[in-house]
């Protein structure tokens, strides 16, 4: 088959691609700043920004009061301001805004404002948060079987608490967004969002708008992943509240230290964990408390929180099981969605207990997941009710212990270790089993727009958008195949609201999905009608019988009745005649995924469509002088469906394990005793570089498992691969727990930095 | 020759520029700010603006003894005025969309782009190395790429499309048009001569030779001074300072020679560490190893002794090694010249004994006796392109009994400069360079430092780490 690249790829590669701070603006642009406090809790007692206004090149400063409608940032919880009133709740919050002829003046302009501030207890940690007792919603609970009964039955128990460190998103393409004002009040949005329907809400209700007033663009991100799908609506509103005053263009872009001081991050997590189970490792009883640190306000935390806890016994059967979960306030900055959504940190938990079990046992870790995972036929219902089905553990545990030589490397591992003072090395095998939908019912529905021109090009509009993960490509590869035409006569447009209305975030894994179906829809109702005229057409110059429009097949630029494989028409010939003979050649598509519900009070239902599955094993070497750790070998073994693109659905598989890697291992976040985050530049936090992957890294798709009910029968990819990370997590504790002979439980958290290993490593000398 | 006010001149791509400063215009404007603020250089991208993700890339092409050589610089760290008489090439330059670059068309056909705003960058550090005409091992493409981060791809494409398009008797639009390149900026070289600006709010010297430097040295005492200038240039792009008065050495003809004696190698401050990196590979092996993992290639391109020097850093990745090696600098004002070893030249927390009328011309390293053990560490957090948490380096002189006649250590980021660790100096002197040993100095490194906590580590981790180096040294030499 031919090779399809990304969409853009030729425009990225030399530097055509067009991002929103690239577009060429008149000259009467402004750029907007955004003043923040500098206390993570405090009463503002007074402020004073008219020198700050004096200065030249000054168009304007607003608070609160400037704002025309509402002064609210979330749609559902409501606990969120757009600019603080008279307290302030975390670092980076935003008290006023700067729209200046240049960033330069912005900035001196903000250093003029005087502010005093009435400083307040701040909670900086999840401990202090627990002792605090204060949660940004009521906390929930999945329970299933008798988990006290299971325990008292038990023949081992152990118990323990992780330590889950949060991330950065580092998109390289900080928040940014351009407003730029129309006629009357209404407003033309460019913004670096995942979620455009959200961001024109917000931006309509602070301006007091409807959202037909609201145009909000999105042509492609510099990357998102979770970080966008909120908190892009941070400065759109900001942006557009300054341009609706300015009534002129407004731009405002992060510097890369303020994106990452003022939004949120993937939540820390600390989840205390009890679990119980026989002599071989086979599990009975779960009882996990995970506790998020949700930072100020809602945000997505009981989404993600909801995520985590239906993610917490990864790809195991518990049939006793208890998971309740808080989402504790803090004066931090809100935390907010990240590749993976709270699975990881769930998941993390969960693959903690295998490890221990295993040591307690003085197993083979890969043989205690083998025993516990779900089953084909038994063993195999969910905490919260769903039954799993096309459970493709079986077949990838298969494959990937063979192709990885899992038993022949273990025993290798283990001589090195015996042969090797200040050299170790770890082994791991992790599985993923990641739920596809989002868990909020509603939100699992996708529209399109789809236009046939009449000379034959077809432009797709649909409700996701790009970020870099190949969605339009996609897009347009279904397009291209449901029409029966190349590739290249397709093009998907910029996502945009005024063509596809009402749209849900691109999150949640689900995109192709979702609006792959959609596009597909749109596709349908077209061929419905062209297909009515082309039959039509073939009746009339072949008199001798008619067509059946149901029997025209769409392939290689062709519509012919593959009855009658004699009747033809080229695809263009076909949309011109149509055209003439006045067929509607447009159509809108939807999609709403069926079957998904999941009652939050009982903690039960079916909140997913289906699953993803996938497994990694990972070797690494460990310097237990200096703590760094090498990644010697990967072998992934994912699960697609059939995949929509295989080079594509690799990258994501590739790009997700190693953002992954990066959280486990060198990407770590510290706050001093105020509440300022330490790392926040690329200086000091590190994400993986080129010198950072697996010196073998093998990846690879599994083949002939076809998904019933999906588009194509594919599945879903962006999200999943990025928990295979944990083989490398887990590898490196199975290296440093190898200079004990494995006889000590050693101290281990996300992430495992350097100093972090060597902070073990001489706790286990002791 | 002449001198040129206010004005610079340089090709972009291959149209010859000149940009005259103003009030509107500063010296100190990035090229990578220039770059965006013309209409068809966008594709230049700004990632964190601190030479720490590569978004920003280009390559510039400098002639020398009628040949050009091309190399990857981070933009966001180069102020203007030194593009002078170069060739800067932006991702534009290189290809479009309807004729791509060998390179470009490779990074397509891996699918190494997904969000593509590291694209431009990655194109251009590629593109750096395919100008290199060889063919690249692994290692000197992941050499090539340590400076550029990508956030979407987890890099296997992007390592893939350099071995794809790199080769040997690599042919593109700039090969072909190099004679008329190097007449062009030889053009400009000849027609000017020393540069400087003053537009009213700042003042930018760019002296051609030493003795102009110097004058300017003794002038403008309180002038900064910048070399490569990557230390510099983020007070500009990350504290947004307005540095009133600058004199730039990077065209100072007379810094960036080497010499080689028998005794000694004499390396001007103004050779960049990338240089010296690739030179002293056999010769200095333990400051090779170290500039190996000093910030990426666009950083060593550009950044240089003299300023990893000159501003007494902490965690200088360089000064524990030169120490080491007992080296010494040569400092020099319109008058006199002198001497004084790199151990006693740093006095404090960015403080040394540099008059202000001095530059640092050069330093002098001494070749090793042949029972000269000397190797160098670095811990941080990631191996590329991080700063160091602990490093050090280590230099044991053996008696022929095999006991430790004298050994030298010096640790960076353990202390306000790097410094020496005397009581365990003093403890292994005399001693057997036995396991027993070098157990009892890790403890004592205890307390020759009381390091401290900060992003990059706690104190605690400082502490184990530089007691651990001590033993990974001898484990090193344990059979020497």
């Known amino acids: 088959m031919k090779k399809i690249y990304h969409e853009s790829a030729k425009y990225h590669v030399s530097g055509e691609a067009i991002y929103i701070d690239d577009i060429e603006v008149n000259n009467q642009l402004l750029h907007g700043y955004v003043y923040t406090s500098p206390v993570a809790h405090a009463k503002i007692k007074s402020y004073n920004y008219s020198e700050a206004q004096k200065l030249a090149g000054v168009h304007a400063i607003l608070n609160y009061k400037d704002i025309p409608g509402h002064n609210q940032m979330v749609p559902v919880f409501q606990d969120e301001v757009i600019l603080a009133i008279d307290e302030v709740t975390f670092i980076g919050q935003a008290i006023f805004l700067i729209a200046a002829e240049t960033e330069e003046i912005a900035r001196q302009a903000s250093k003029l404002i005087e502010i005093e501030y009435e400083e307040l207890p701040a909670i900086l940690t999840i401990e202090d948060a627990i002792q605090n007792g204060v949660t940004v919603q009521p906390s929930r609970k999945i329970e299933t079987g008798d988990i006290n009964e299971a325990f008292k039955n038990a023949k081992n128990i152990i118990e323990g608490e992780l330590k889950i460190g949060g991330q950065e998103h580092w998109y390289l393409e900080t928040q940014i967004c351009l407003c730029i004002p129309q006629e009357g009040r209404d407003m033309k949005v460019f913004s670096s969002t995942q979620n455009p329907s959200e961001t024109q809400l917000l931006v309509a209700e602070a301006l007091g708008l409807h959202k037909m007033n609201v145009e909000v663009e999105m042509k492609r991100m510099g990357g998102g992943f979770g970080g966008k799908e909120t908190q892009g609506n941070h400065v759109a509103v900001w942006s557009a509240i300054l341009a609706n005053y300015t009534k002129k263009p407004v731009k405002i872009r992060l510097f890369r ?110 043989e205690i997941r083998n025993i516990n995972f779900y089953a084909l036929f038994e063993r195999n219902v969910t905490p919260y009710g769903q039954k799993i089905e096309n459970n493709r553990l079986p077949k990838i545990w298969e494959q990937i212990i063979e192709t990885s030589e899992y038993f022949a490397r273990r025993k290798q591992v283990n001589e090195f270790n015996q042969k090797n003072e200040f050299y170790k090395k770890g082994l791991a095998l992790t599985p993923i089993k990641f739920g596809i939908s989002f868990t909020t019912a509603f939100l699992n529905q996708a529209g399109a727009l789809v236009h046939i021109y009449n000379d034959g090009s077809v432009l797709v509009n649909h409700g996701g958008t790009e970020m870099g993960q190949g969605l339009h490509t996609k897009m347009r590869q279904i397009a291209a195949k449901e029409l029966g035409i190349d590739y290249e006569n397709v093009k998907v447009n910029a996502t945009n609201t005024t063509k596809v209305p009402n749209t849900s975030p691109t999150a949640a894994s689900s995109g192709a999905d979702m609006n792959g179906m959609a596009v597909k829809d749109a596709i349908d109702k077209i061929k419905k009608r062209l297909s009515t005229f082309i039959a039509c057409k073939f009746g009339a110059t072949y008199r001798d019988n008619t067509s059946d429009a149901e029997n025209l097949v769409y392939d290689r630029n062709i519509i012919y009745d593959w009855k009658q494989p004699e009747r033809k028409i080229s695809f263009n010939d076909a949309i011109k005649a149509a055209y003439l003979g006045r067929i509607n050649l447009s159509s809108n598509g939807f999609y709403a995924t069926p079957g998904v519900n999941f009652n939050r009070d009982r903690g039960f239902g079916k909140p997913f469509f289906y699953f993803s599955y996938g497994m990694a094993v990972s070797e690494v070497l460990l310097d237990i002088l200096t703590g760094y750790t090498k990644i010697l070998r990967t072998d992934i073994l994912h699960d697609v469906g059939e995949s929509l693109n295989v080079d594509l659905d690799k990258g994501q598989v590739e790009g997700a394990f190693i953002q992954g890697v990066g959280w486990c291992t060198t990407e770590e976040l510290k706050y001093d005793s105020k509440g300022n985050l330490l790392n926040h530049s690329p200086d000091t936090y590190k994400i993986p570089g080129v010198n950072d992957i697996p010196e073998i890294f093998n990846v690879n798709l599994l083949k002939g498992y076809p998904q019933p009910g999906t588009i194509h029968r594919s599945k879903a990819v962006g999200e999943p691969p990025f928990m295979l990370s944990f083989s490398v997590w887990l590898a490196i504790k199975d290296a440093i727990s190898s200079i004990k002979n494995h006889e000590i439980e050693p101290n281990f958290q996300i992430p495992a930095t350097n100093e972090n290993i060597l902070l073990s490593i001489e706790n286990l000398k002791k | 020759m002449t001198t040129n006010k206010n004005k610079i001149q340089f090709l972009l791509g291959d149209k010859l520029t000149e940009i005259e400063f103003n009030s509107e215009i500063s010296p100190t404007t990035t090229v990578l700010n220039y770059l965006r603020s013309l209409p068809n250089h966008k594709g230049v991208k700004e990632g964190c603006a601190e030479g720490d993700c590569g978004a920003c890339t280009v390559v510039i092409a400098e002639e020398s003894n009628n040949k050009l050589t091309y190399k ?50 990655f194109t251009m550090s590629l593109f750096s190395l395919y100008k290199q005409d060889f063919i690249p091992s692994k290692e000197f493409i992941i050499d090539a790429l340590t400076g550029n981060l990508c956030r979407c791809t987890g890099y296997k494409p992007i390592i893939e499309a350099a071995h794809k398009c790199c080769g040997e008797h690599n042919h593109d639009y700039f090969s072909e048009n190099e004679n008329e390149t190097i007449l062009k900026l030889k053009g400009i070289k000849n027609s000017t001569n020393n540069i400087v600006i003053d537009n009213g709010i700042q003042k ?277």
């Open chain 1, 257 to 366: 230290d303020e994106d990452q001081k003022m939004t949120g991050k993937r939540h820390r997590f600390l989840i205390k964990y009890k679990a119980a189970f026989d002599e071989n490792g086979l599990i009975s009883a779960v009882d996990f408390e995970q506790n998020a640190d949700a930072g100020a306000t809602s945000d997505l935390s009981m989404s993600i929180l909801e995520r985590a806890m239906l993610h917490a016994e990864n790809s195991y059967y518990v049939p006793n099981m208890r998971i309740i979960g808080h989402a504790w306030k803090t004066n931090l900055p809100s935390n907010t969605a990240f590749r993976g959504f709270g699975g990881p940190q769930g998941i993390a938990a969960m693959e903690t207990i295998i490890d221990r079990i295993a040591r307690t046992l003085k197993k083979d870790s890969a």
């Open chain 2, 72 to 121: 990857s610089f981070d933009s966001c760290l180069i102020f203007l005025p030194s593009l002078h008489g170069k060739q800067l090439i932006t991702v534009e330059n290189v290809g479009t969309s309807e004729k791509l670059h060998p390179v470009q068309e490779a990074l397509v056909e891996t699918h190494a782009s997904q969000c593509g705003f590291c694209t431009p960058g």
């Open chain 2, 204 to 480: 930018y010297f760019l002296p051609s030779n030493l003795a102009e430097a110097l004058q300017l040295r003794t002038d403008l005492p309180n002038a900064t001074i910048i070399n490569g200038g990557t230390d510099i240039a983020l007070r500009v792009t990350k504290k947004h300072e307005i540095i009133t008065t600058i004199i730039d050495l990077s065209q100072t003809i007379g810094l960036k020679k080497i010499t080689k004696t028998d005794k000694e190698w004499i390396i001007g401050t103004g050779v960049s560490i990338e240089d010296v990196r690739i030179e002293v590979k056999d010769i200095f092996p333990a400051l090779y190893e170290m500039l190996s993992v000093f910030g990426s290639k666009q950083i060593r391109n550009k950044a240089t002794f003299g300023g990893n020097i000159g501003s007494a850093s902490p965690i200088g990745d360089s000064t524990p090694v030169l120490m080491a090696y007992n080296s010494t600098l040569v400092l020099k004002n319109t008058k006199a010249e002198r001497e004084i070893k790199l151990r006693e030249f740093i006095t404090g927390y960015r403080k040394t004994q540099m008059s202000s009328d001095e530059l640092i011309i050069a330093v002098k390293i001494p070749i090793p006796n042949t029972n000269e053990i000397i190797k160098s560490y670095k811990v941080s957090k990631r191996k590329d392109l991080d700063i160091s948490t602990v490093s050090a380096c280590f230099n044991l002189l053996k008696d022929e009994k095999g006991k430790i006649k004298e050994i030298f250590m010096f640790y960076g980021g353990m202390a306000a400069t790097t410094s020496r660790a005397s009581k365990t100096e003093d403890f292994l002197n005399g001693k057997e360079w036995n396991r027993e040993n070098i157990e009892k100095a890790m403890k004592l490194i205890d307390e020759d430092y009381t390091p401290i906590s900060d992003a990059r580590a706690g104190a605690e981790a400082r502490k184990i780490m530089a007691r651990n180096l001590l033993m990974k040294f001898y484990n090193d030499t344990i059979n020497l």
